[in-house]
């Protein structure tokens, strides 16, 4: 049996506007999402911002009801059943909100576990475990609201793991976090996995769900688009070559000749500090870089390196578009 | 219900007890609620009341004291969900085996019993500042009445914290529902002074029966009267707990429904 099982999900959210004529206009989070997670994987769903991740992982965290389709969670349905659902899971949601920032962190995973109808012995014995391994023992006592992001995130993971759930659901665990916190966050995920954890992680990062997951859904405008290993995404792109060119402000329109020139797969722009990296896929490889250069003439181009893809783009091709991250 | 269950419950009311009483004694508006406006209110009150002589000192400690309770019921017991989702909790909390009702009744119980320390404020304000000596006619009478008071308190505080989430338009009224209560209650004069066609409405109010037990077994009278607010006081918490449960379920499908646990 999977340990998550998602069927033809679908999420409408109602918004209204106008002032004086107000009409309901419906928007489309999530789209005829189906995908299964096994015991013990670590499933990633990969997206742009809006894509329904979140909204996803709501419905799955028995937080939002589904407006189409089924979902079940080790078995039980999470419209029906989310009483049995609820003490087997934990999740986070990226960002600082969620704790109780006037409490102590020991306060904070005092009262989850309560929440949780942990046995008070076993809490005495959880909390110092786990400050520990989040690296907030000799910091616990101290209150929440004086703690940096990396910490409130990390007391996140403390009180998901509490009542050490079976499936967990991390929902950008990493945004906002400096890159020494973030690798930290992402060797958690991997020490949950090897516990043999069933993970369903969501993220915007490539390389992070290329460095973790076994297998990744790509969303984009509440669809999965492409559900794959990562390796296997990659082949969406073995076609390909990545040409990466340093430059510095490139107006839309130089961008729009680039789009039109012949064998041109896509192309997305990345801000490096002062200057930006544009990124060429093309199955030209090499030989397309004459033409981006004359392409480029009246713009300030630096470094040109021809590359293999990665998942990146793989990404890229998939969601479409240009980006800029 | 298992006792196991009842003691998980109870465990997790009293924890939900605990981190009350450690956020808000940081928090200025709940300690102006329940400590400074009682206060303001108590010495108003003796001002203009001192012509009826110093027993009535103690009518206006109790009633200055209920005034106290009102507003910590109408703003901290009726804010208790809104405010989970305002500080981001609400998902976190939702999302564990413990019902909601449970959590908020811990956190209820928490503000009423602070909510009584401006009874206290005003008994010291009065006794200590302006030297009146206060004695409480009937004590125990008058302490059964007050556990009787802070059982309907927090259970009427149960029925307003989902009926302020499932009802916005009623919340925009919370002001504007402080004063008119400390009149239709009788906290600090009698309702027989207000129009007759008022009075019915006091009775339908928990607060009136609680102000009304308390004056009498503090200020003296028939006994008979403390008596019947008592049954009054536990007849409408037995019906707040009952609705309340109702409409616990009916704010946790809403919020999954039309996505409102959390806030962006």
């Known amino acids: 049996m999977p340990a998550i099982e998602v069927k033809n999900l679908r999420r409408l959210f109602k918004t209204n506007i106008g002032v004086i004529r107000r009409s309901i206009k419906e928007v489309v989070a999530v789209d005829d999402v189906s995908f299964e997670v096994q015991p013990g994987e670590l499933f990633g769903l990969l997206g742009p911002n809006g894509a329904g991740k979140t909204t996803s992982v709501k419905m799955l965290a028995t937080l939002m009801i589904p407006s189409g389709g089924s979902a079940r969670v080790l078995g039980f349905d999470v419209v029906d059943q989310a009483d049995k659902i609820r003490p087997r899971i934990g999740f986070i949601f990226g960002g600082e909100r969620g704790l109780y920032w006037r409490l102590s962190a020991i306060d904070n995973l005092r009262y989850f576990a309560a929440l949780y109808q942990m046995d008070p012995e076993v809490t005495k014995k959880r909390i110092p475990y786990l400050l520990e391994l989040v690296g907030l023992a000799d910091r616990g006592k101290e209150k929440v609201e004086g703690y940096s992001r990396g910490m409130k995130q990390r007391l996140h993971i403390a009180r998901t793991l509490l009542h050490d759930p079976e499936v967990l659901f991390l929902d950008e665990p990493s945004i906002g976090l400096d890159p020494v916190a973030a690798r930290e966050m992402r060797q958690t995920v991997l020490d949950l996995q090897a516990q043999k954890k069933t993970i369903l992680l969501t993220t915007h990062y490539m390389f992070e769900a290329d460095a973790l997951c076994q297998r990744i859904g790509v969303i984009n405008h509440g669809r999965i688009i492409a559900l794959d290993t990562p390796a296997g995404l990659k082949k969406h792109v073995q076609d390909l070559s990545v040409i990466e060119i340093e430059v510095f402000g490139v107006p839309t329109a130089t961008i729009d000749r680039i789009k039109a020139l012949p064998g041109i797969d896509a192309v997305s722009i990345e801000n490096r500090d002062q200057k930006q990296a544009m990124l060429v896929q093309s199955p030209r490889g090499s030989a397309a870089v004459p033409d981006l250069m004359s392409a480029l003439r009246e713009v300030r181009v630096g470094a040109v390196v021809v590359r293999e893809p990665t998942l990146e783009d793989a990404y890229v091709r998939l969601v479409g578009g240009i980006s800029e991250a | ?264």
Request: glycine share 8%; net charge neutral; aromatic share 14%.
């Open chain 2, 1 to 264: 219900m298992k006792l196991d269950l009842l003691k998980k419950y109870v465990r997790v009311a009293a924890l939900s007890f605990e981190i009350t009483v450690k956020s808000t004694l940081v928090d200025g508006f709940i300690l102006f609620g329940i400590l400074f406006q009682p206060l303001i209110i108590a010495m108003l009150a003796l001002w203009m009341l001192q012509d009826r002589g110093g027993e009535y000192a103690i009518f206006v400690v109790v009633g200055s004291g209920m005034t106290g309770l009102w507003s910590t019921l109408l703003f901290a017991c009726g804010n208790s969900i809104t405010l989970e989702r305002w500080i981001g909790t609400l998902e976190m909390i939702i999302g564990v085996p413990t019902p909601l009702q449970v959590i908020v009744f811990g956190r209820n119980l928490a503000n009423v019993l602070q909510s009584l320390l401006s009874m206290v404020g005003s008994y010291a304000l009065i006794s200590i500042f302006f030297g009146y000596h206060l004695t409480i006619a009937q004590p125990l009478l008058f302490l059964v009445s007050l556990i009787f008071t802070v059982i309907s308190f927090v259970c009427f505080g149960l029925l307003l914290a989902p009926l302020f989430v499932l009802n916005p338009d009623v919340q925009r009224w919370q002001n504007g529902l402080e004063f008119p209560i400390y009149i239709l209650g009788g906290f600090l004069f009698p309702i027989a002074l207000l129009p007759g066609w008022t009075t019915p409405l006091s009775y339908l109010l928990a607060p009136y029966w609680a102000a009304r037990a308390l004056h009498v077994a503090s200020s003296g009278g028939d006994i008979n009267e403390v008596f019947l607010s008592w049954g009054v006081m536990l007849a409408f918490s037995a019906i707040y707990i009952l609705v309340s449960g109702r409409m616990f379920r009916l704010v946790i499908h809403r919020a999954r429904v039309d996505a409102t646990l959390g806030m962006q």
